[in-house]
Each structure stands twice: as structure tokens, then as C-alpha cells.
């Protein structure tokens, strides 16, 4: 929440420090205050440009000074601290876990194995623990959402018991992928508390798309080390049992808990974050270097539509991995919208707005032609369980992605429009898991 200057508008705290002067108290003050309020980026940088206007000014410079040291240490040092002596531990208790429920024989009436609809809960809760023993802080939000990610699992597993085959089959291949959605709100819950501000949600947005990269790269580490350990017991004859092979599957339990530990300090607020240090600035980098390749990539689909119009209308295989792709895209627009007006230049930033302006207005283009396509399939079949689903994921990214476009034609400043489509992306992720809980608990009432 911003701190009020009296009138409603976030205080200046340049112009604040300015008027303290050689105030050490008062400036002291206000830095408490902003510490209260989660606005400590804000003051550190009013305090710095303050401290540029006056270079030799001791005061300004000890705090500069003081700021410096604050942020490297609560960006770096910590993650050698309880942290890790938290979440290793975890992380063992979850490759136990993992290991426990991955019996091959252990089958869903799908097919699928058990271990697609636990893990994810399973993992969740872990994370739900990291989080609250690291920050020493929200017990209660802990336990209820650790009770809800016990309660999830267990709902999709009774009502599929009195569906028809076939429903129950549709039913559980769509609850793999919303267990998985739902179980990760219930973490972003315990991280963020339920009023979370516009900022600290997208930097919780933020945060998930790096500690999913920071896991990617730990799992092709432990493949090599897999792989070697494999191809040098192998020379010798020996070859794993499945057991062998399960047990280090299971070690993804482990990657789990230490790629959180690596991306997110639990201390601090999710909007204070260290957004563009480490794995985080490589991911930053990836996606701006993305976003014009996506947009040639957009720009050569759409001239290729006429020729291949009625694929996505008579091709099943096709739709879905059209809609697969939306949903790539979505990311991609949340990884590339900027913590705030500070982090890069103003003619990149006046570049980048374009590039995100274009990624929504050709992404909308698209959605409205699969959503014609989902239409269609359904008029001519009818609804299905799926067809549901992506009706309303279909219509829940075209309203957003046309919000976005509202937004930007209304944003005036660099920060404006960037608040704006954190604002926005507030909305959408509270949008995406209602949708994503109204599938879980409806769909089995509504096709029995």
C-alpha cells in the first residue's frame, strides 16, 4: 500500500527528503514509514536522487551508503542463511513424499498415475511451509491453506468415483492441469496475504516465472549427473532397478524447495524483490529478446490464416495446440512488463510499450479466431467437458488481453502505464483461479 502525502497521492519521498534537509530524525522517519509500507524501493530511490543533487553532502551519502549495504545483504547473504537451513530439509521431507506416491501400479481411471494429481499438492504444501517458517509470520493463512490443499485432491478423486466412465476420464485429464493452477494460488496466498497491492501480486508473478526457470535449470543438472551416474555403473554391468530410477525421479522434490530458496527472499515483500539480479536478469533478458521474434512469428501466422482458415475448425489436434500457445503467450506478456519506470532507460521503455501494445493487439486477433473455432466445434458436437474449459479460458484471455489495450490507449506517463497493466495483471490471476476453481467444483455436476 502506498503512503498517503494527505490528499491520496502517493508521498513524494524525493520531495520529502529534500525538505528534511539535515533532518537525520526526520529522515530516519520516514524511512521506518516506508519500511512499514513495503515503499522502501521507492525512498531508496528519492533518497539517491537527492543524494546526486548533493554529492557532497555526509548524511546523504551515509545513507546512500547505508541503502547499498541494506540491498546486498537482503538480496544476497540470506539465501546462505535459515533459509536453505529450512528448505533442505523440506526439500528431503518432499522427495520422500514424491517417492511415496509415484508406485507405477498406482493408476487414476484415466491412466494417468496418481503422482500427476498429488505431486502438485504435495509440493505446495511444501512450499507453503518454506515460506511460513522462513518469514516466522502467518501461521493461521499457513494451516488453512495447507487443509485446502489437502481437500482439493481429495474432491477430485470423490465426485470422479460417481461420474460415467467417460466423463470421469475428461473430468481427471482437466483436474491434472487446475490442481495444479489452484495449488499454486493457495501459495501465492500464503506469500502474499488476501489483499495483496497491484505491485506485490505482479512481482509474485514475476517471482513464479523465475523460480520455474531456476528449477528447469536444476533439473537438467541432476539429468547430467543421472545420466553419468547411469553410463558409469554401466560399464561395469550394472543397471539401475525402476525402484533406483524412481527414487532419483522423486528428487524433484528437492529441486522444488531449493529453486524457491534461490528466487524468492520470504522476508521481504514480494513487490521488494531483487527482480533483475542473477537467474532473474537472464530471464528478463530472454523474454525481451522473445517478444520480437513473437511478433514476426504472430505477424507470418496471421498471413498464413486464409490459406489454412479451417484447420482449427475441423482439426482437434490443431485447436488444442493453438490454445496451448495463447497461453505461452500470456506469459510472455507478464514476463516482459517492467517492475517499474526505473528499471530500464525511457526510450526502451518507450519501445517496449510498443512491443507489448503489438503482442496484445495481434494476440487478440488470434484469440478471436480460435474462440470462432471453439464456437463452431461446439455448435456442430456440442459441449463437452473441455469445450467448456476452453470457452472460458478463451473468453477470459480475449477480455483481458482487450483490457490491455484499453489501458494503454488511456495510460498517459512511463509509471501510469506500467501500474496499469499491474493493476490489470492483479485482476486476471484472481480471474484465473476463480475460473480455474468454478471448473473444479461444477464440471462433475454439470456432465455426469
Same mark, same amino acid.
Given at each position: 500500500?502506498?503512503?498517503?502525502?494527505?490528499?491520496?497521492?502517493?508521498?513524494?519521498?524525493?520531495?520529502?527528503?529534500?525538505?528534511a534537509?539535515?533532518?537525520?530524525?526526520?529522515?530516519?522517519?520516514?524511512?521506518?514509514?516506508?519500511?512499514?509500507?513495503?515503499?522502501?524501493?521507492?525512498?531508496?530511490?528519492?533518497?539517491?536522487?537527492?543524494?546526486?543533487?548533493?554529492?557532497?553532502?555526509?548524511?546523504?551519502?551515509?545513507?546512500?551508503?547505508?541503502?547499498?549495504?541494506?540491498?546486498?545483504?537482503?538480496?544476497?547473504?540470506?539465501?546462505?542463511?535459515?533459509? /536453505?537451513?529450512?528448505?533442505?530439509?523440506?526439500g528431503?521431507?518432499?522427495?520422500?513424499?514424491?517417492?511415496?506416491?509415484?508406485?507405477?501400479?498406482w493408476?487414476?481411471?484415466?491412466?494417468?498415475?496418481?503422482?500427476?494429481?498429488?505431486?502438485?499438492s504435495?509440493?505446495?504444501?511444501?512450499?507453503?511451509?518454506?515460506?511460513?517458517?522462513?518469514?516466522?509470520?502467518?501461521?493461521?493463512?499457513?494451516?488453512?491453506?495447507?487443509?485446502?490443499?489437502?481437500?482439493?485432491?481429495?474432491?477430485? /478423486?470423490?465426485?470422479?468415483?460417481?461420474?460415467?466412465?467417460?466423463?470421469?476420464?475428461?473430468?481427471?485429464?482437466?483436474?491434472?492441469?487446475?490442481?495444479?493452477l489452484?495449488?499454486?494460488?493457495?501459495?501465492?496466498?500464503?506469500?502474499?496475504?488476501?489483499?495483496?497491492?497491484?505491485?506485490d501480486?505482479?512481482?509474485?508473478?514475476?517471482?513464479?516465472?523465475?523460480?520455474?526457470?531456476?528449477?528447469?535449470?536444476?533439473?537438467?543438472?541432476?539429468?547430467?549427473?543421472?545420466g553419468?551416474?547411469?553410463?558409469?555403473?554401466?560399464?561395469?554391468?550394472?543397471?539401475?532397478?525402476?525402484?533406483?530410477?524412481?527414487?532419483?525421479?522423486?528428487g524433484?522434490?528437492?529441486?522444488?524447495?531449493?529453486?524457491?530458496?534461490?528466487?524468492?527472499?520470504?522476508?521481504?515483500?514480494?513487490?521488494?524483490?531483487?527482480?533483475?539480479?542473477?537467474?532473474?536478469?537472464?530471464?528478463?533478458?530472454?523474454?525481451?529478446?522473445?517478444?520480437?521474434?513473437?511478433?514476426?512469428?504472430?505477424?507470418?501466422?496471421?498471413?498464413?490464416?486464409?490459406?489454412?482458415?479451417?484447420e482449427?475448425?475441423?482439426?482437434?489436434?490443431?485447436?488444442?495446440?493453438?490454445?496451448?500457445?495463447?497461453?505461452?503467450?500470456?506469459?510472455?506478456?507478464?514476463?516482459?512488463?517492467?517492475?517499474?519506470?526505473?528499471?530500464?532507460?525511457?526510450?526502451?521503455?518507450?519501445?517496449?510499450?510498443?512491443?507489448?501494445?503489438?503482442?496484445?493487439?495481434?494476440?487478440?486477433v488470434?484469440?478471436?479466431?480460435?474462440?470462432?473455432?471453439?464456437?463452431?466445434?461446439?455448435?456442430?458436437?456440442?459441449?463437452?467437458?473441455?469445450?467448456?474449459?476452453?470457452?472460458?479460458?478463451?473468453?477470459?484471455?480475449?477480455?483481458?488481453?482487450?483490457?490491455?489495450?484499453?489501458?494503454?490507449?488511456?495510460?498517459?506517463?512511463?509509471?501510469?502505464?506500467?501500474?496499469?497493466?499491474?493493476?490489470?495483471?492483479?485482476?486476471?490471476?484472481?480471474?484465473?483461479?476463480?475460473?480455474?476453481?468454478?471448473?473444479?467444483?461444477?464440471?462433475?455436476?454439470?456432465?455426469?
Amino acid at each position: 500500500m502506498d503512503i498517503s502525502a494527505g490528499d491520496g497521492r502517493p508521498l513524494d519521498y524525493g520531495m520529502a527528503i529534500r525538505e528534511a534537509g539535515a533532518d537525520a530524525q526526520r529522515i530516519e522517519r520516514l524511512y521506518q514509514q516506508a519500511r512499514r509500507a513495503g515503499e522502501t524501493r521507492r525512498f531508496a530511490a528519492g533518497l539517491r536522487a537527492v543524494a546526486a543533487e548533493a554529492p557532497g553532502d555526509g548524511l546523504f551519502s551515509a545513507w546512500r551508503a547505508r541503502l547499498d549495504y541494506a540491498e546486498q545483504m537482503g538480496h544476497g547473504a540470506w539465501r546462505l542463511g535459515a533459509g /536453505w537451513w529450512i528448505a533442505a530439509p523440506l526439500g528431503l521431507v518432499l522427495w520422500l513424499a514424491f517417492f511415496a506416491v509415484s508406485d507405477p501400479t498406482w493408476l487414476l481411471p484415466n491412466r494417468a498415475p496418481v503422482a500427476a494429481l498429488l505431486w502438485p499438492s504435495l509440493a505446495a504444501l511444501a512450499l507453503i511451509w518454506y515460506l511460513t517458517l522462513s518469514a516466522r509470520r502467518g501461521f493461521a493463512l499457513a494451516a488453512g491453506a495447507s487443509l485446502a490443499l489437502v481437500a482439493l485432491p481429495a474432491y477430485i /478423486w470423490y465426485v470422479s468415483q460417481s461420474q460415467t466412465p467417460a466423463s470421469q476420464s475428461g473430468y481427471l485429464d482437466l483436474m491434472i492441469l487446475h490442481n495444479l493452477l489452484l495449488s499454486w494460488a493457495l501459495v501465492g496466498i500464503v506469500a502474499l496475504g488476501l489483499r495483496p497491492s497491484p505491485r506485490d501480486l505482479f512481482g509474485m508473478l514475476t517471482k513464479s516465472l523465475e523460480t520455474t526457470g531456476v528449477a528447469g535449470v536444476y533439473t537438467i543438472a541432476g539429468a547430467i549427473f543421472v545420466g553419468l551416474s547411469v553410463a558409469t555403473f554401466a560399464t561395469l554391468g550394472v543397471t539401475p532397478s525402476a525402484t533406483v530410477i524412481r527414487a532419483l525421479v522423486s528428487g524433484g522434490g528437492l529441486i522444488v524447495t531449493l529453486a524457491l530458496a534461490s528466487a524468492y527472499d520470504p522476508s521481504r515483500r514480494a513487490g521488494e524483490q531483487g527482480f533483475y539480479r542473477g537467474f532473474g536478469k537472464i530471464l528478463a533478458i530472454a523474454m525481451h529478446a522473445l517478444l520480437p521474434l513473437t511478433l514476426v512469428t504472430l505477424v507470418i501466422y496471421l498471413a498464413l490464416v486464409p490459406a489454412n482458415f479451417a484447420e482449427p475448425f475441423q482439426q482437434r489436434n490443431a485447436l488444442i495446440a493453438f490454445n496451448g500457445a495463447l497461453f505461452a503467450l500470456m506469459g510472455l506478456l507478464v514476463g516482459v512488463i517492467p517492475m517499474g519506470a526505473d528499471v530500464f532507460p525511457s526510450r526502451y521503455l518507450r519501445w517496449l510499450r510498443a512491443g507489448i501494445i503489438a503482442l496484445a493487439a495481434l494476440a487478440l486477433v488470434v484469440s478471436l479466431y480460435l474462440f470462432a473455432a471453439i464456437l463452431y466445434r461446439a455448435a456442430v458436437d456440442g459441449l463437452t467437458m473441455n469445450r467448456v474449459a476452453v470457452i472460458g479460458w478463451n473468453l477470459l484471455n480475449i477480455t483481458l488481453l482487450a483490457l490491455a489495450l484499453v489501458a494503454q490507449a488511456r495510460a498517459g506517463r512511463a509509471g501510469d502505464w506500467i501500474a496499469a497493466l499491474q493493476r490489470l495483471a492483479r485482476g486476471g490471476a484472481l480471474a484465473y483461479v476463480l475460473w480455474g476453481a468454478a471448473l473444479v467444483f461444477a464440471l462433475p455436476w454439470l456432465f455426469r
